[in-house]
């Protein structure tokens, strides 16, 4: 009662892995000597394998807003026609920086809660012949809500536009197959499932994209795909890199590529699908039933209560860090994260801590029934699984 640690159970930043945390300790190190080189070229190769792609994959010093922006100016020219899939916070996004190119953007749109359909933008491309991007939200964590994005990459792919996909969230909770499902540009970032702190960005880009970079002409300078890769092919960046963090996720890649990225993605999903069936245990409704994501869970706030206060009850009697809403949500539902270093430890805390909460605000449950809820999920897949020694 007295000792309240801090417990980060937001989508991003997420809880650090210890190991990533104390190889920052090395980060005295200078980024231009053969010794940062090796963990340089060792961070990007990991990455390649555990997206396990074929494609190029390059590193950013930047959030992964950065590594959006880097797409839109280095593979488009002012004036392209483009679709944006917007259903989210984060699909704005990508409509704001197309806007702020000057390219032509046809956005499909969704409520909060929902996603666009890929027939929908099947039936784009076809009403518009020269479109020369697809851009769209794999887990669209500010509603908790995924995209379909193998049946739009299908639809992409017969087409000469190329597919890009923020996976910022959806990589390490959904499966992502870039090379078998078109997925031609994928977005990443650091502080979500990779468990280590914001700042860094990457992406991958396939060889249909890379040509789009020899006829853009939009400006760009710091993000430089083209210079990036040089640049990492000789194993440095072409800046300052973040150089402790990129020793962090050196160290958190090697312990996903022991994991297993299914294993990695599996762990979320299964606790999204505990968290799903608590939040329903206790008579509160999911804001996104039909598509949910597994990296974040969305859940209406009850009936005349502002989901603010259930995030800062959550803050003041228990040090926890939960999500409110965001844009137009913000005050109608909370989100509680699975990306990363998750497990159901944390989680049968989050609802036990929930059901606290919701009696002291006068929404009445009956203590245990989330968590039992919790417990039969983890029964279901986990109890008779050998435990690992």
């Not at 190029?56 to 593979?75: E, H, K, Q, Y």
């Not at 794999?138 to 792919?157: I, L, P, Y």
């Not at 590529?257 to 069936?277: C, Y």
């Not at 706030?301 to 809403?325: L, Y």
């Amino acid at each position: 009662m007295y000792i309240r640690k801090q417990r980060l159970l937001t989508p991003g930043p997420t809880p650090l892995y210890p190991p990533a945390l104390h190889a920052m300790m090395a980060s005295d190190i200078h980024h231009r000597t053969e010794d940062f080189r090796k963990a340089y070229r060792s961070c990007l190769a990991d990455l390649k394998e555990v997206l396990a792609t074929a494609n190029d994959v390059l590193l950013f010093a930047s959030s992964g807003t950065g590594a959006m922006d880097a797409t839109v100016s280095n593979l488009f020219s002012k004036g392209d026609k483009v679709i944006v899939c917007s259903a989210g916070k984060f699909g704005e996004r990508w409509a704001e920086i197309a806007q702020a190119y000057g390219l032509d953007a046809t956005v499909l749109s969704a409520p909060y809660g929902k996603v666009v359909a890929p027939a929908e933008v099947e039936r784009a491309l076809a009403k518009e012949p020269a479109i020369k991007g697809v851009f769209v939200q794999a887990s669209e964590t500010s509603t908790g809500a995924a995209h379909d994005v193998r049946a739009m990459g299908r639809a992409v792919a017969a087409t000469d536009a190329i597919f890009v996909v923020d996976a910022i969230t959806g990589l390490g909770t959904m499966p992502l197959d870039i090379d078998g499902w078109g997925l031609d540009v994928l977005i990443g970032g650091s502080q979500k499932a990779f468990m280590v702190p914001p700042g860094l960005a990457f992406l991958s880009i396939s060889p249909k994209a890379w040509k789009f970079a020899g006829t853009a002409t939009l400006p760009h300078y710091y993000f430089n795909l083209k210079k990036e890769k040089k640049s990492g092919d000789g194993g440095e960046s072409s800046w300052t890199p973040a150089t402790s963090l990129v020793l962090a996720l050196a160290e958190s890649l090697r312990y996903i590529k022991q994991l297993g990225m299914p294993k990695l993605i599996e762990n979320a999903q299964i606790l999204a699908q505990a968290t799903r069936a608590a939040a329903v245990r206790l008579g509160l409704e999911l804001f996104a039933p039909d598509a949910p994501a597994a990296s974040a869970t969305a859940v209406k706030a009850p009936e005349g209560m502002d989901s603010g206060v259930i995030v800062k009850e959550f803050r003041n009697r228990f040090g926890a860090i939960i999500a409110n809403g965001q844009g137009s949500m913000k005050g109608q539902i909370f989100r509680i994260a699975h990306l990363g270093y998750f497990d159901f430890a944390d989680l049968f805390a989050v609802i036990a801590g929930l059901e606290i909460i919701l009696n002291a605000n006068g929404f009445p449950v009956n203590y245990g029934a989330g968590v039992a809820a919790v417990e039969e999920v983890y029964e279901s897949v986990a109890i008779r699984q050998p435990v690992a020694v």
